[in-house]
Every structure is written in C-alpha cells, then in structure tokens.
C-alpha cells in the first residue's frame, strides 16, 4: 500500500508539466500564428500519460478522503509553481522535470525490488491499466510498473531534449518533437 500511495503522490506531481508546458507552447503559438513543431501535441501527450499513470495507481492504492484531499493540495501548489518556473525559465522546467523523472525512474525500480522480492503482493492488473497499455488480460502489478517505468523513461528524454534546445538559444519549435511513443 506505502508504495501504491508513494506512486501516486509522485504521480499526482508528475501530470502537471506536460500540461503546463503544452498549454503555454499552444499560448505561443495562438499569440505568434507559427507551428510547434509537434511540442504541444507530445507535451499534452505526456500529460495524459502521467494522468493514466495517476488513475492507475489509485485503483491499486485505493486511497481514503485525506490523501485525496492531499492529491488536490500538492497538485494545486504544483500547478502554479510550475507555471511560473515554465514562465521565467522552460529551459530550467523541463530539465528539471528531466531529473524529477529520473527519480521516478528510481522509484519505481525500487518497487519493482519489493514486487520481487515477496514484499508487496504481485496483485492483477487493474482494468484501466490492461486497456491503456493493452497488456495481457493476465497481467500483473509487476508488468504495469514495467510499462509505467518505460513511460518515465521517454518522459526523461523528451524532457531533457527539450532544455537541451532552449540551452542551444533554439526554441522547441526549431526541433521535431518526440511523438508517436504511446
């Protein structure tokens, strides 16, 4: 249960750059009449991703009022950090959301240890989990924590792509977006 509610703080988190950054590049866009290069598209992406992510890990935690409530809160604090961060800086916001999906990465090879080991129950799948990903229909918790760390994985590498862009003085949209992953 400490790692399904671990998962899904982390994942609470983990959904708001994509939106974010997809939302302020369409901004852009709309303000400068020119083309993302596919950055909104792969951000939005990567929003909907995390969020499954989110929506999975709360069939597994099954989590009581208040730590919905904290999913709310932290989210909200969240929301609005990373809003101004992507403001004065996109190249510090994605690189940092390059390492925070680093530790992610981490995080989830950790439960993984703990799935192996005996020391959490290799429970079935949930049923969002099996459709979004189109596993097995005898999937298990092992095989979506798997798929959710391959997924962070390319979350890192969009991510760190991206500041490395705007490090070059480019901005996203002078480079072809990672999509087509999901």
Known sequence: RRYGCQAMMLETVAAVPGMVGGMLVHCKSLRR???SGGWIKALLE???NERMHLMTFMEVA?????ERALVIAVQGV???????GYLISPKFAHRMVGYLEE??????SEFLKKLDNGNIENVPAPAIAIDYWRLEADATLRDVVMVVRADEAHH????HY???????GCEVKEAPALIGYY
């Open 78 to 84: 969240f929301f609005n950090a990373y809003f101004l």
């Open 156 to 159: 890192r590498d969009v991510n």
């Open 33 to 35: 009449f020119e083309q």
């Open 162 to 168: 991206a500041s490395d862009i705007h490090y070059q």
């Open 103 to 108: 530790e992610a990465i981490h995080s989830y």
């Open 46 to 48: 990567e929003a909907e």
């Open 62 to 66: 099954k989590p009581n009022w208040y």
